[in-house]
Every structure is written in structure tokens, then in C-alpha cells.
């Protein structure tokens, strides 16, 4: 029963992961206006967010060793929260960097402890269902902004009210800490099957398994960041409008990685991918060529489509190199991920500023295409040491 208590507390606690990730993008049409700053400016803020999660990745294996990870992710919350309420104070761009630098550290060491944790010690499935949750957090950004636009009031509430939902996300996380060290008695007298060798560390797998991690979430964070962006510049949408026709991407996320739960243990990781990738590909075609309002339903496709990518990735990783090299991968991993988020947002923002937004749908289609490749190599490094093994 403390387990099935411990899976719902560690799926709170990645709604509150997901929560800041959507606003910015919502949120950056009123944003940069009244930051007085060009419009390009919210890779940068992207950029400093990803830098911090960048940093706590790569920690996390240190901080793994020496500190339970509850106690990491509810500290980790904390800074989440005390920046999200910093960004709704705050007057300034530099402001706005600063406070950024704390939300990635936090949102960093959150992202890769849980996704290790739950790698390590549930099914595909409560895998998919841990990004849906994720996914029920983003949702909440764009429709909350939103709202608040309709009754006058702006993005810096809409941050407030975040804040406060993570302070409250925060306090039961420490409230939980007895359940953590309760599982971690637990394990500690359970037996563990022996690992095949060739899984134990396929270090050819290394290389592609980082860079399928970067070419994603380059792809779906220049997606999160850009899109309600994309709507207003390329297809006349109006800011409130783009605001929850942007929130629709979530949506279709949310909606994959549940789907994706209720049939990931049957058909396995890699078969997921494939559904992904290819639903992706339908999506990306489709924003090109759709003009107008009927983007919107364009961009749920490309959301579900990302939707069963990600945790698939993940949930391979102790398949792939080991449970006992699972967290180093995985902070790896995660890092190269958040490489991808903190470089290529600017970069798209940089090109669309001087060339034009409507190229979106390329730059996506670039990444997915470097994606799938990466996926393959991988899968090919994989075979090729269950070979040598044999």
C-alpha cells in the first residue's frame, strides 16, 4: 500500500515539474512587451533554465550517492517555487535570468532522480503515466494565463498562482519523507537478478542514446517555447487566442503518454517510439501545409505524437546500460536533453526573428529526422553487444 502511496506522491510531484514549463510560452506574447525586450528573448530565458537543469543533471549521480531522493526532490521543489513567485515580482529582464538559474537547478535535479527512480523500479507504463503527469501540468499554464487575460489581469498572477500551487506541492513532499525511507528499507532486502553482461554498460550505445535525448527535446522544447508564438506571427491568431491554441500541444502530450500507458507494457519501448515518431512526422507535415485556426489540431497531433517518445527513452536506459549505471546514464542523459532545450529555443528564435516564423515546421522536421537516427544507432549498439555476448 506505502508503494502505491509513494507512486501518487511522486506523480504530484511531476505535475509540479511540468506547471512552469508551459507559462513562459503562454506567456511571452505579453511578456516581452512589457520587459521591453525583442521578441527572440524568451530562448534566452529558455536557455538559462536549461543551463541550470544542465548542471543538476550532471550532479545528480553525486547527490544520488549521498542524499535519499526524496529529500532531493523536495528540496528541489522549493527552489521551483520560490523562483516561480521571484518571476512574478520581477520588473526586469535580468531579474527574470537570475531567478531562471534557480528554477533549473531545481527543476534539473526533480527531472532526473525521479525519472531514474521510476525507471529503475516500475513497468513502461507507470513510466508513461509519470510524463502524463507532467503533461496535467503543463496544461494548467496556458489555460490559467489565459483566463486571467479575459478578467484583466496578466502573466505576473498567472506566476503567483503557480508559485503557490509548488509551495503546497512542497510541503507534502516533506511530509512524505517517512514513505521514501520505508521503500528504501524495502529494497534494501530484496535480491536482484543478475545483470546479461552486455547490459551492463553498452558503451556503444552511449553516444546515440545522448543525442537522442538532445535532437527531442530540441525538437519539443522549440515547440513548447515557440508555438503560441508561431500562431500569432505565421497565422494571424490574437494573443489570447494563441495563448490556449498553444496549450492544445500540451494536451496532446498529456493525451500520447496516457494512451501510451495503457498499451507501453504490451507492445515495449521500442514500438512506442516508432508510433511516436511516425504520429510526429503526420503532425509536423500537416502544420506546414494547414493554414489557419486548423493548425491548432495539427499541433495536438504533434503532442501526442511527442507523447510516448520521452518516457520510452527513458525507461530503456536501465535495459540499455545496467540499474547500477542507470543514474550516471541517466544524468547524461538528461543533460544532453537539456542542452538541446537550453541551445535550440534561440536558435529558432534567432532564425524566425530574421527569416520568419512559418519555418517552424522545417526546423522541427530537421530534429525529429536526427532523432530517429540516433534511436536507430542506438538500438544497432544494443544487438551488436548482444551478439559479441553470445
Request: glycine share 10%; aromatic share 12%.
Amino acid at each position: 500500500m506505502f508503494s502505491l502511496l509513494l507512486a501518487a506522491i511522486i506523480y504530484i510531484a511531476f505535475i509540479s515539474l511540468g506547471l512552469p514549463d508551459s507559462m513562459l510560452g503562454a506567456a511571452w506574447p505579453m511578456m516581452y512587451a512589457d520587459l521591453n525586450v525583442p521578441i527572440s528573448y524568451a530562448g534566452f530565458i529558455s536557455m538559462t533554465v536549461c543551463g541550470g537543469t544542465v548542471v543538476s543533471s550532471i550532479m545528480y549521480s553525486r547527490l544520488a550517492r549521498r542524499i535519499p531522493t526524496g529529500i532531493v526532490t523536495a528540496v528541489s521543489v522549493a527552489m521551483t517555487a520560490l523562483a516561480l513567485m521571484g518571476f512574478s515580482f520581477a520588473s526586469s529582464f535580468p531579474m527574470i535570468i537570475a531567478l531562471a538559474v534557480i528554477l533549473g537547478l531545481g527543476a534539473g535535479a526533480v527531472d532526473a532522480g525521479l525519472n531514474n527512480y521510476v525507471a529503475i523500479h516500475f513497468k513502461a507504463r507507470a513510466m508513461s503515466f509519470l510524463h502524463a503527469s507532467w503533461g496535467i501540468g503543463t496544461t494548467v499554464g496556458p489555460f490559467l494565463l489565459s483566463y486571467l487575460i479575459s478578467i484583466g489581469l496578466g502573466w505576473q498572477e498567472g506566476y503567483r498562482i503557480l508559485s503557490t500551487v509548488q509551495f503546497t506541492i512542497c510541503i507534502m513532499l516533506f511530509a512524505s519523507l517517512p514513505l521514501w525511507k520505508k521503500a528504501e528499507n524495502a529494497e534494501k532486502g530484496d535480491t536482484t537478478a543478475p545483470v546479461p553482461e552486455y547490459r551492463r554498460f553498452c558503451k556503444g550505445a552511449v553516444i546515440p542514446a545522448i543525442l537522442a535525448f538532445f535532437a527531442y527535446c530540441s525538437m519539443e522544447n522549440t515547440a513548447m517555447i515557440w508555438s503560441a508564438t508561431f500562431l500569432v506571427e505565421a497565422r494571424g491568431f490574437s494573443e489570447g487566442l494563441a495563448a490556449v491554441s498553444a496549450g492544445v500541444l500540451f494536451w496532446g502530450m498529456t493525451a500520447g503518454r496516457l494512451f501510451s500507458g495503457f498499451i507501453s507494457d504490451r507492445l515495449g519501448d521500442r514500438k512506442m517510439l516508432a508510433i511516436g515518431e511516425t504520429a510526429s512526422l503526420i503532425a509536423i507535415l500537416l502544420i506546414a501545409f494547414i493554414p489557419g485556426k486548423l493548425s491548432v489540431a495539427a499541433l495536438f497531433l504533434l503532442g501526442f505524437g511527442f507523447g510516448p517518445i520521452y518516457p520510452s527513452m527513458i525507461h530503456q536506459t536501465p535495459e540499455y546500460f545496467g540499474v547500477e549505471r542507470s543514474s550516471e546514464i541517466m544524468g547524461l542523459e538528461m543533460a544532453s536533453a537539456y542542452v538541446g532545450s537550453m541551445f535550440m529555443p534561440p536558435v529558432f528564435g534567432l532564425i524566425g526573428r530574421r527569416i520568419s516564423m512559418d519555418v517552424f515546421p522545417l526546423f522541427a522536421l530537421f530534429f525529429l529526422i536526427l532523432h530517429t537516427a540516433a534511436i536507430i544507432l542506438k538500438r544497432r549498439a544494443l544487438e551488436k553487444d548482444q551478439r559479441t555476448a553470445s
